[in-house]
């Protein structure tokens, strides 16, 4: 499948990382927005990069947007003009609808919005694709196809998106900071700093694949060791004292909420 990732940045390297290590053939190229970029992009991970725009969607199966949201719809209006009937067009921006989007391009152009995350750079994503009114389920399995590479892919309306950006696309950044507040809570307690990291990446990994593998209610499972008078309630409790629940919840409705103003 030919791919044109347009835009170089964080996202667009880490998902032609994904691609380039997949068991399936990808045939990758870069658009970038100045031939100066496009040189040092190639250099860097090998992958053909240019910054003329003509050439790059010649072909292109599929090509993914991985711009700023305040940019994405400048550059989906220069690419239009140049793009096939049948190339599906992806955006990953936070906040721009598929309606802000589609009217960009020719009405038939096959559209799909997706929300990855980062843990994308290690198989481990979440990525929320939904397809247009105009796209068929043959264009929306495609971009699935590319997503399934980087984690799982669900399909989601997309009256969901700016909930699922501030709960699966910021959420990895929530969790990094509950792992690094575990950690000092282990080296207050008397571990040296690498063992805490450890201790503490691994339980947030076996409590997530606990929830994955059995598909209880966290309720249940922390329930399940939490033993009377011991040392889990006394520091759960502790948690509660801190609103640790409530700050992490209204979190996610924050973000969701600052989502929603990315494309206005
Ligand atoms: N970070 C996440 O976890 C995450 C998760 C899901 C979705 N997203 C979405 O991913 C998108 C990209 O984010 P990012 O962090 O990768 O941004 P980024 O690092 O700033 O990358 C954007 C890239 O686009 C390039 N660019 C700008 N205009 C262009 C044009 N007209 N043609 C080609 N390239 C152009 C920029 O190049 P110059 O520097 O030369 O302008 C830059 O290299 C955002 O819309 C964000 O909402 C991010």
Redesign the pocket.
């Known amino acids: 499948m030919r791919i044109t990732i ?7 390297q880490a998902l032609a990382t994904g691609l380039q290590s997949a068991d399936q053939e990808f045939d990758l190229r870069f ?4 031939a100066e ?1 496009a040189v040092a992009v190639q250099a860097e991970t090998s992958i053909p990069s240019s910054a003329e725009i003509g050439p790059s969607m010649a072909d292109s199966e599929v090509v993914v947007l ?4 305040h ?2 719809l ?2 989906l209006e ?1 690419l239009a003009p140049h793009l096939h009937s049948n190339t599906v067009v992806v955006s ?3 906040g721009l609808h598929l309606g802000q989007l589609a009217s960009a391009l020719s009405e038939s152009q096959p559209l799909v919005r997706a ?4 843990p994308c750079r290690v198989g481990s994503g979440m990525t929320v694709i939904c397809g247009s009114e105009q796209t068929d389920d043959q264009a929306v399995s495609k971009v699935k196809t590319v997503f399934d590479v980087f984690g799982q892919v669900i399909e989601l309306e997309e009256e969901h998106f700016d909930a699922v950006t501030g709960l699966s ?1 910021s959420g990895p950044a929530f969790i990094f900071l509950v792992i690094e507040a575990l950690s000092d809570g282990g080296v207050m307690a008397g571990l040296p700093r690498d063992v805490a990291v450890k201790l503490a990446t691994q339980a947030t990994l076996g409590a997530a694949t606990m929830v994955q593998h059995t598909g209880e209610h966290p309720a249940s499972l922390r329930d399940a060791v939490t033993t009377p008078a011991g040392c889990t309630i006394s520091a759960l409790l502790r948690m509660e004292d801190g609103k640790l629940r409530s700050v992490l919840a209204r979190g996610v409705q924050e973000a969701a909420e600052s989502a929603a103003r ?1 494309g206005d």
């Open positions: 347009v835009g170089a940045g964080v996202m667009g658009l970038t927005r100045t970029s991985c711009l700023k949201p940019k994405t400048a550059a220069a990953i921006a936070a929300m990855p995350n980062t696309a990315l």
